[in-house]
Each structure stands twice: as structure tokens, then as C-alpha cells.
């Protein structure tokens, strides 16, 4: 059974950074694919903020591009998403999704089978 374990949220200001982490555990297959949702409150949406594949393959939603980065620790199986420059806007709920095949466009979360419990991001103005 595949478990993900996400955390490093916190309450920054304006202009601050953050850095989440996730940890995967109990996977047996040699790829996986890792995203970074958001989620503004429980009714609404989750969106989709990166996404990186088994190769290393980024991408990111348009409005953090260049302000987030996506990463892996190739010795720890741990997955992280760097996030500079953080604006009000960026205030979320944010998960890490996790799944071992690809079967749908990267920043949809439809197609993840595993989430993480999810860390709270709070940017002030």
C-alpha cells in the first residue's frame, strides 16, 4: 500500500517562502508520478500547482510559474515543492498527490490514487 506524507506548511507573509515536503513510502514499482494540489476551502476545487515525472519532467500551473519549484531527493524518496516569492493568493490547503501510473494531463487531479492529509499555506499582506 502506497502511503504519501506531506508537510511543511506554515503562516508567512508577503514576498516570504516555504518549502513542503512529501515522502513516499510502500511503492514497489520503479516510476512515479508526483503533483502538488491546492485547495482555497473544502467546497471549493483543487487545483493543480506541479508536477513532476519518474524523468524529471516539470511543470507548473501558469501563475506560480517561476516563483515554484519542484524537486526530488533521489536517495530519500521524498518529493519537494520550493515556493518563493509567495503572494495572499497562494493561501491554500495544499497536497501532494502521488500515483505509479500515468493515466491523465499532469495538473488534473482525477487520476492521482494517493494523497497526502494535506498542509496549510497562509500568506499575509
Known amino acids: 500500500q502506497v502511503h504519501v506524507q506531506d508537510a511543511g506548511g506554515g503562516s508567512v507573509q508577503a514576498g516570504g517562502s516555504l518549502r513542503l515536503s512529501c515522502a513516499v513510502s510502500g511503492s514497489t514499482y520503479p516510476r512515479i508520478y508526483i503533483g502538488w494540489f491546492r485547495q482555497v476551502s473544502s467546497g471549493k476545487k483543487r487545483e493543480g500547482v506541479a508536477h513532476i515525472d519518474s524523468n524529471g519532467r516539470t511543470s507548473y500551473k501558469a501563475s506560480v510559474q517561476g516563483r515554484f519549484t519542484i524537486s526530488k531527493d533521489n536517495a530519500k524518496s521524498e518529493w519537494y515543492l520550493q515556493m518563493d516569492s509567495l503572494k495572499p493568493e497562494d493561501t491554500a490547503m495544499y497536497y501532494c498527490?502521488?500515483?505509479?501510473?500515468?493515466?491523465?494531463?499532469?495538473?488534473?487531479?482525477?487520476?492521482?490514487?494517493?494523497w497526502g492529509q494535506g498542509t496549510q499555506v497562509t500568506v499575509s499582506s
Open positions: 498527490a502521488a500515483d505509479t501510473t500515468r493515466s491523465g494531463p499532469d495538473l488534473e487531479d482525477w487520476w492521482y490514487d494517493y
